[in-house]
């Protein structure tokens, strides 16, 4: 028998493949045992049928495609909000002048510290200080809602202060207190770490900023999704509502997605940026604390205020800490029945102080309706 070297052996299987795209090599594979390779990616993939390659790589496109959409919906709700938009907008040419009023070795020791403030803002939790009875407002609601919305407040309740304040931050042009509703939500930032949790003294002992100035708190604070709402969340060390009256010129508030912005503030952080080496032994000391890092730094108030822009509804919160174990306790069986099952059906968790100040547990509701409590093994608080 002759053969005819001349003609190349045929190397993709046309009956295998209707338009899929998959050449099938009779002699190589990936030495694995994979014998189909797509010609879009160039990989060899596991044994079966040209569909199940086309049907893969339709997926990973899918998943794609579903990212892109995922990230122009957080991109439209981070200017859907008047206050987050003109932040954008105006950032920039306040960030410059702040910068042009600035040493050459404030800048270079402002970049020595970047990383330890990043460090504390990266390892806490975005929170919402609130009571028992506005938390259950909240979750009938689905929405946590301003003192514009709601009339109460779990901090300082005045709406032409908040008002004013808000416009000096973000320049948002809102010229009705009507349209209030549209404001940021004030929240704080809390450690991740149940020890460092515990240790913090933000206003209250445990469960966070005021906590403990109201006769019906639970103590209780809100973790937020942080990754869902890092777009469009602001912050800035201590009370946004002391700048007002501060021989500082007011503080400059840093988008949390933006890094380059930290440390930009004026007056008081002119001492910090002035004395690097002591600041960094500060930080590091206080690594994880950023109710600690709030007061060193702003002089004036013990935590990290954050503000929330546009909704904040309950698909953003992740679980409640309720730190006064107590308190919690004395509730009639009926409303922690009725707490825990609103709870439930938001799809958040309830975590309670142990009663030790150390550590925590997960409040749960059986199939029969009765509460039972199980140890939390973390020794952080998650946000997922």
Same mark, same amino acid.
């Given at each position: 028998?002759?053969?005819?070297f ?8 046309t009956?295998?493949s ?6 099938v090599?009779?002699?190589?594979g ?6 189909l ?5 160039g ?17 990973e496109?899918s998943?794609?495609q ?7 919906t957080?991109?439209?709700k ?8 003109n ?10 002048k702040?910068?042009?009023g600035l ?14 403030v ?15 009875r506005n ?8 929405? $946590?809602?301003?003192?514009?919305a709601t @009339? /109460?407040?779990? !901090?300082?309740?005045? =709406?032409?202060?908040?008002f004013?304040? #808000? ?10 207190m ?14 991740k ?31 937020l ?5 890092a ?16 021989s500082?010129?007011g503080i400059?508030?840093?988008? $949390?997605?933006?890094p380059?912005?930290? @440390? /930009?503030?004026? !007056?008081?952080m002119? =001492?910090?940026?002035?004395?690097a080496? #002591?600041t960094?032994g500060?930080?590091e ?8 890092a709030g007061?060193?730094?702003s ?12 909704p ?15 308190y919690?306790?004395?509730?009639g069986?009926?409303d922690r029945?009725?707490?825990l ?10 975590l ?11 409040v ?12 939390y093994e973390?020794?952080e608080?998650?946000?997922?």
């Open positions: 028998m002759k053969f005819d001349s003609k190349k052996p045929a190397t993709t299987d009956s295998a209707s338009g899929a795209g998959v050449i090599s009779p002699t190589k990936d030495g694995r045992g994979n014998d390779h797509s010609e879009k990616t990989r060899f993939v596991a044994k079966g049928s040209a569909g199940e390659v086309a049907e893969q790589e339709a997926t496109q998943v794609k579903n990212n892109i959409a995922k990230y122009f957080r991109l439209s981070v200017y859907e909000a008047p206050t987050m938009r932040f954008m907008i105006h950032r920039q040419k306040r960030l410059a702040r910068m042009a040493s050459d070795q404030q800048k270079q020791n402002q970049e020595i510290l970047r990383p330890y990043k460090n504390i803002l990266d390892s806490s939790n975005f929170t919402i200080g609130i009571t028992l938390l259950m407002s909240v979750l009938k609601d689905g929405e $946590y809602k301003n003192q514009f @009339g /109460t407040s779990h !901090g300082l309740l005045s =709406r032409d202060r908040r004013r304040v #808000s416009e000096s931050f973000f320049g948002h042009g809102l010229s009705s009507e349209l209030g509703t549209k404001l940021e939500k004030n929240g704080f930032m809390q450690s770490k149940i020890k460092n949790y515990f240790e913090e003294k933000s206003g209250s002992v445990y469960g966070g900023y005021s906590a403990s100035q109201y006769q019906d708190s639970c103590k209780i604070s809100i973790i999704k942080k990754k869902e709402l777009d469009r969340t602001t912050y800035c060390f201590g009370d946004s509502l002391n700048q007002e009256s501060s500082r010129g400059l508030p840093q988008k $949390y997605t933006l380059w912005d930290i @440390g /930009t503030m004026p !007056g008081y002119d =001492r910090i940026l002035n004395d080496e #002591s960094k500060m930080l000391k206080d690594v994880g604390l950023p109710c600690k007061e060193d730094f002089g004036d108030g013990s935590f990290i205020e954050c503000q929330y822009h546009g904040l509804t309950c698909d953003l919160m992740s679980k409640v800490v309720i730190g006064n174990r107590n919690f306790n004395s509730l069986e009926d029945k009725k707490l099952t609103l709870l439930n059906q938001r799809g958040m968790r309830a309670i102080n142990k009663g030790d100040n150390v550590s925590l547990e997960e749960k509701l059986d199939e029969s309706g009765n509460i039972y409590y199980t140890t973390s020794e608080i998650d946000d997922d």
